[in-house]
Nanobody
Framework: QVQLVESGGGLVQPGGSLRLSCAAS????????VGWYRQAPGKQREWVAT???????NHADSVKGRFTISGDNAKNTVYLQMNSLKPEDTAVYYC??????????WGQGTQVTVSS
């Protein structure tokens, strides 16, 4: 069993920055994939960024150049650095971990609100 806890959300003005954290605990194995997703009110959950334990990263076109996913293996934590935030980035942000055996875990989410 794996537990994921997101943190770092909040209210920020357009153009501002936030760093989200996804801390993992439990039966974590070395090979895994962690992704950030977001869900705005009335919309479907959408993929934002992915990082593999091997270091591969990828970002959705809508956030490319503004958001960066990274990780600290020693802390079992994955980050999402969000810069140049826009009102349309407002959403609940979730992290997801997929283990090598296919088991999938989600965190509870953290709210990000971009507004003046």
């Amino acid at each position: 069993q794996v537990q994921l806890v997101e943190s770092g959300g909040g209210l920020v003005q357009p153009g501002g920055s936030l760093r989200l954290s996804c801390a993992a605990s439990g039966s974590i194995v070395s090979n895994n994939i962690v992704g950030w997703y977001r869900q705005a009110p009335g919309k479907q959950r959408e993929w934002v960024a992915t990082k593999t334990s091997g270091g591969y990263t990828n970002h959705a076109d809508s956030v490319k150049g503004r958001f960066t996913i990274s990780g600290d293996n020693a802390k079992n934590t994955v980050y999402l650095q969000m810069n140049s935030l826009k009102p349309e980035d407002t959403a609940v942000y979730y992290c997801k971990m997929i283990l090598q055996n296919g088991a999938t875990y989600w965190g509870q989410g953290t709210q990000v609100t971009v507004s003046s």
